[in-house]
Nanobody, 122 residues
Framework: QVQLVESGGGLVQAGGSLRLSCAAL????????MGWFRQAPGKEREFVSA????????YYADSVKGRFTISRANAKNLVYLQMNSLKPEDTAVYYC???????????????WGQGTQVTVSS
């Protein structure tokens, strides 16, 4: 069984930064890809970023490219999402998830965290 726990969300002003963390409890996740998704009120869950098992391959949604950076520390069972130059439209609940291979498709992720709220004020 794998449990994913997100942390690091909060309230920040536009232009500010936050770093989200996702801890994988239970089995290690060193052989799996990890992804970040977000869901704003009244909207569907959308892809944000993903990283392969080694950290070499990363994907970003166009809306966050150049502002967000995904990384991982396999020895610590952690994956991060550094978010800079935050905008009000980044406000959402952010989820981390695990997949067999790096992908932008939510259906290919088999374990999900409970989410952490990010609110960006204008």
């Amino acid at each position: 069984q794998v449990q994913l726990v997100e942390s690091g969300g909060g309230l920040v002003q536009a232009g500010g930064s936050l770093r989200l963390s996702c801890a994988a409890l239970g089995r290690t996740f060193g052989n799996y890809a990890m992804g970040w998704f977000r869901q704003a009120p009244g909207k569907e869950r959308e892809f944000v970023s993903a990283i392969n098992w080694s950290g070499i391959t990363t994907y970003y949604a166009d809306s966050v490219k150049g502002r967000f950076t995904i990384s991982r520390a396999n020895a610590k069972n952690l994956v991060y999402l550094q978010m800079n130059s935050l905008k009000p439209e980044d406000t959402a609940v952010y989820y981390c998830a695990r997949a067999q291979v790096v992908t932008t498709t939510p259906d290919e992720y088999d374990y999900w965290g409970q989410g952490t709220q990010v609110t960006v004020s204008s």
